[in-house]
Nanobody
């Protein structure tokens, strides 16, 4: 059984930085895409960033230029470096695997792919 375990959330002032980590416990049969989603109160589940097995990277326009996704295969860990944080980045952030086929989501996590437990990020003005 594969589990995704997130860490690194917390509270920070606007303009600050946080780094989220997602450690993969277990072994995937095939290398999956890895992604970060977020859900804020009253909002749908937003795909923040995704890294594909071939290295292709996607960023939501709302975070482009501020967030960086990376993957350390030796440590089985995916990171999301978040810089220049804004209050509107406040949300629960979820690590997910094997979700490339999904379209827009009303809420997350869902019963498709693999999801972590979520970590809260709070950015104050």
């Amino acid at each position: 059984e594969v589990q995704l375990v997130e860490s690194g959330g917390g509270s920070v002032q606007g303009g600050g930085s946080l780094r989220l980590s997602c450690t993969i416990r277990g072994i995937f049969f095939d290398d999956p895409d890895m992604a970060w989603y977020r859900q804020a109160p009253g909002h749908g589940c937003e795909l923040v960033s995704r890294i594909s097995p071939d290295g292709k990277i996607y960023y939501a326009n709302s975070v482009k230029g501020r967030f960086t996704i990376s993957q350390d295969n030796a440590k089985s860990t995916v990171y999301l470096q978040m810089d220049s944080l804004k209050p509107e980045d406040t949300a629960v952030y979820y690590c997910a695997a094997d979700t490339a086929e999904l379209g827009p989501l009303a809420s997350c996590p869902i019963e498709f792919g693999y999801w972590g437990q979520g970590t809260q990020v709070t950015v104050s003005a």
